[in-house]
């Protein structure tokens, strides 16, 4: 596995280095996915990380494969981050699909022929996805009519599949939900104007429309009443892959930061030269470091009982030290930062966006916060003296 690992890390950091560096500026001028691209990622074997060998993919652990998207997010973060979502979805459907599904669309998903999304996000429920409206029903011939919309889809338009969180009964709660995958030309089915996003504008995202769909019992992915956990599930595998192209996103800050302040003349010697500027590039390295261990450790401990925990910790820590490395950079350059050939400002608008994406810093605080009570129930209180509120 590890010779396997080797080469797919090395393919990532090449088609980093040949396709994404290079181009990244002029996909954002031209604001449409780079479709060629993404065809050599496929090429690469990027397309079906941990898919069986058995419908073309790598196989690889959840622990070995997330580690290319620090390859990758080297090269853009938000790049980094659709390749890491069409990944998820090849897993869930190559794990939990139906056979038809499998039958059909596996090996199109893991050769990146076909890409796919997730959908989970409505206009009203974002943080609080229990709140979703999408409504299945589910007919006699075991077909199901979807209508609602959903909302910041990514890739939208681009997918071949959307992998679809839906309800099928009007009961509050999530116990009913289920995951279907929608074709992306099945009747019905429509797309709302994009989202402008300027610094990752070549990633497709807007509304998407389900007006009386009807999808086959073959495409479910998750059974009613497994739609929000195994969501929440794929989730964590999102938030770790986040924190690993946050990874990479520091490396290039700090590597334009280094580039440019060794070269930069001032004071008789290099900007570089200043104890200053080395403690400033010195905190976002110690952070990397820090980063690095974190969200390998979460990586390792998905689909263990730490794996919520973990990936929480990485996706509250990591995208937050992205942020400032971004903006530590940007200072060290001075006015230079902030133009865009550097491409520091395109990086800070990107870490920014990681903090929101796939569960936002406060969500992680909110499962950390949750587990630190739990443990709290572990110990024995500290008594409160008379008078400070006992109770
Ligand atoms: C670039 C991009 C791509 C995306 N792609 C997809 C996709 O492909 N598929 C998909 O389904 N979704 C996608 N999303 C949606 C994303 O997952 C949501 O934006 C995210 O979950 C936050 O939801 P929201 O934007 O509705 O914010 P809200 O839920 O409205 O939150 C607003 C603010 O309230 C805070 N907040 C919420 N709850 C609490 C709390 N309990 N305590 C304290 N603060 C709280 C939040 O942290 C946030 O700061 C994408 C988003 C972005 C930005």
Redesign the pocket.
Same mark, same amino acid.
């Given at each position: 596995m590890t010779d396997k690992l080797d080469t797919i890390l090395e393919n990532a950091r090449a088609h980093c280095a040949e396709d994404i560096r290079p181009n990244v500026d002029a996909w954002n001028a031209a604001g449409v996915w780079p479709r060629a691209a993404s065809d050599k990622a496929a090429a690469l074997g990027l397309t079906g990380l941990y898919a069986p060998e058995e419908f073309g993919g790598q196989g690889l652990s959840l622990g070995d494969g997330i580690r290319v998207y620090e390859e990758l997010g080297y090269g853009d973060g938000a790049y980094a981050f659709a390749l890491s !979502?069409h990944n998820i979805c090849t897993y869930a459907g190559c794990g939990f699909g139906t056979d038809a599904f499998k039958e059909k669309w596996a090996r199109d998903l893991t050769s990146g022929r076909k890409l796919a999304?997730?959908? $989970? *996000?409505e206009p009203q429920s +974002?943080? @609080?996805a229990g709140n979703m409206y999408s409504r299945a029903t589910i007919n006699d011939d075991g077909t199901w009519t979807i209508s609602g919309a959903?909302a910041?889809?990514?890739l939208a338009g681009e997918a071949d599949i959307y992998f679809t969180v839906v309800k099928t009964t009007d009961v509050p709660g999530h116990k009913d939900m289920a995951m279907i995958a929608i074709p992306k030309d099945t009747p019905g089915l429509s797309f709302g104007p994009r989202y402008e *996003?300027p610094s990752?504008n070549f990633l497709p $995202?807007s509304e998407m429309y389900m007006d009386n769909v009807v999808a086959s019992e073959d495409n479910i992915i998750l059974p009613v009443g497994q739609g929000l956990q195994g969501s929440l599930m794929a989730i964590d595998i999102a938030r770790v892959s986040i924190a690993s192209g946050c990874c990479g996103l520091m490396q290039a800050a700090l590597d334009t930061a280094l580039a440019y302040s060794s070269n930069r003349k001032m004071f008789g010697g290099k900007n570089l030269d200043l104890d200053g500027i080395q403690w400033m590039l010195g905190d976002v390295a110690t952070e990397l470091e820090a980063s690095r261990l974190l969200y390998r450790k979460a990586a390792h401990a998905l689909g263990t009982d730490e794996g919520p925990l973990m990936a929480a910790h990485a996706k509250r820590f990591v995208p937050d030290c992205a942020v400032k490395a971004a903006n530590t950079c940007t200072q060290v350059l001075g006015g230079m930062g902030l133009l865009q050939p550097y491409g520091l400002d395109r990086l800070s608008r990107l870490s920014q !966006?990681l903090r929101?994406? @796939? +569960? *936002? *810093?406060?969500?992680s605080r909110?499962v950390i916060g949750r587990s630190l009570q739990k443990r709290a129930k572990t110990l024995d209180p500290l008594p409160i003296p008379k008078g400070f509120g006992e109770t």
């Open positions: !979502m999304n997730f959908a $989970l *996000t +974002g943080s @609080d959903k910041w889809v990514s *996003t990752y $995202l !966006m929101i994406v @796939d +569960g *936002t *810093t406060e969500i909110v």
